[in-house]
């Protein structure tokens, strides 16, 4: 998609909506502090990066409306509790300012809404008033178990409801966005992810329902939405 989407409107605070992700296990420090000083131009609500770069990133972002942003219990979900509270804790101490924790889908799967009720309960406590979000990935979950276990999550704390890690099978669906947005009412926060790699594909989940939409491609989204070449 090379052009504005019909309906949406030059003047839409997009950025505002776009969290921009750089999980790629082969990026080096360079591209992370470039990527970083593009997300505060942009003004992008978030750049999301893996646990070890947030002491590196959040100096960049301190002062500027994007947000250092990072990922606990990635990208099973299969941590201890322990183990997520103390990740969580770090990556605060370190400067992020949001944490988007992978819940156990072992747990969702077994009936056990309890126990991830409980690490998520935990996770929130820890790092509070930081923003949590839980990442459930849908495309393993079936309508029912995705519903129940948003409607837990929020429950337990949670800021916000995210659809998938992007490293498993298909990603965001829109579908699902606005079953969530249905379940859940206009308050909670829902975050489309996966396989979100263009405007049009951005802006159709926004219209589905979703608050924010994670995407590696999130500079090149702004860039075309700001008029110009979408070089990243």
């Known amino acids: 998609m090379d052009s504005i989407p019909s309906g949406l409107n030059p003047d839409f605070e997009l950025a ?43 100096p960049i972002l301190k002062g500027t409306k994007t947000v250092t942003q990072t990922v606990i219990g990635f990208p099973l979900g299969f941590h201890t509790i ?52 839980t990442i459930l990935e849908i495309s393993d979950l079936t309508m029912d178990e995705i519903l129940a276990s948003a409607s837990a999550a929020v429950l337990a704390g949670a800021a916000m409801i995210k659809t998938s890690t992007g490293f498993f ?26 396989g979100i790699r263009d405007l049009d594909q951005a802006w159709a989940f926004i219209q589905a329902g979703a608050t924010r939409v994670g995407a590696s491609r999130g500079l090149q989204i702004m860039a075309v939405f700001e008029g110009g070449a979408a070089l990243w």
């Open 16 to 58: 505002r909506c776009i969290d921009h992700t750089l999980l790629t296990p082969t990026a080096g420090l360079q591209e992370y502090r470039v990527q970083a000083r593009e997300a505060a131009r942009t003004r992008v609500a978030a750049f999301c990066v893996p646990p070890f770069m947030v002491a590196e990133v959040a």
């Open 82 to 133: 322990g183990t997520k509270v103390f990740e969580a804790r770090e990556a605060a101490a370190a400067g992020a300012g949001e944490i988007d924790m992978v819940v156990n889908r072992a747990y969702i799967r077994t009936g056990r809404m309890d126990r991830m009720a409980a690490e998520i309960q935990a996770v929130v406590q820890a790092v509070a008033p930081l923003p949590v979000k």
């Open 169 to 194: 099978g298909e990603g965001a669906k829109l579908d699902v966005v606005r079953r969530l947005r249905d379940h859940l009412g206009p308050k909670v926060g829902i975050k489309a992810s996966g």
